[in-house]
């Protein structure tokens, strides 16, 4: 992509930016954004949209060791976390999802507890996001590595809740140029 997919513009607007705002109306706050390439880039993008340190609902941190993956994210998106009292669930959302807007994450945010374990399905296959309840926050750290995320830690589990998003978001991700052109219509 040429650069951070944090930074790839859709629609003259930054994907960082439209995922904290996707999140915010969604219900999701405080948000907490996992930085790792360029992330003073990405953190003036936000603060010039009106996001990011100076807003008390947004947060940053930034994962010195990005480049292991995205369970090196997870990992430190989870542990800076654990300092926020009251927070019983986290929404783990990927920049690179812009078809995934409030309506998904609203339906996976509804009625969350600190024992809650919700995926977003699309026409019953699990994908992003994921909603992980607090008592799940630990298990998920201890196997979290490269580019697998939470995916260990999720498989098999009967407590696992699919909740169906293909109705009012599109699960496709940005990953080339071409992708982001055909997103974007152009």
Do not use: F
């Not at 930034?62 to 926020?84: F, I, K, P, Y």
């Not at 296959?125 to 298990?139: A, N, Q, Y």
């Amino acid at each position: 992509m040429g650069t951070p997919k944090a930074l790839v513009r859709l629609h003259g607007e930054p994907l960082a930016v439209r995922a904290v705002k996707a999140l915010q109306a969604g219900g999701c706050g405080p948000v907490t954004v996992v930085l790792g390439a360029r992330a003073d880039d990405v953190t003036d993008v936000l603060r010039t949209a009106g996001l990011g340190t100076n807003d008390s609902d947004v947060g940053v941190v930034v994962a010195e060791d990005w480049d292991e993956g995205m369970g090196a994210s997870l990992r430190r998106g989870l542990g800076a976390l654990t300092h926020l009292p009251g927070t019983g669930a986290a929404l783990v959302h990927l920049v690179d999802l812009p078809g995934v807007g409030p309506e998904a994450i609203a339906r996976l945010v509804q009625g969350a507890t600190h024992s809650s374990l919700r995926r977003a399905a699309y026409d019953g296959v699990g994908g992003h996001p994921v909603l992980l309840g607090r008592d799940h926050w630990s298990g998920v750290v201890g196997t979290a590595a490269g580019d697998a995320g939470a995916r260990d830690y999720l498989a098999g589990r009967p407590d696992l809740e699919l909740v169906e998003c293909g109705d009012v978001a599109a699960p496709d991700d940005v990953d080339t140029p071409a992708q982001l052109r055909r997103l974007a219509g152009t």
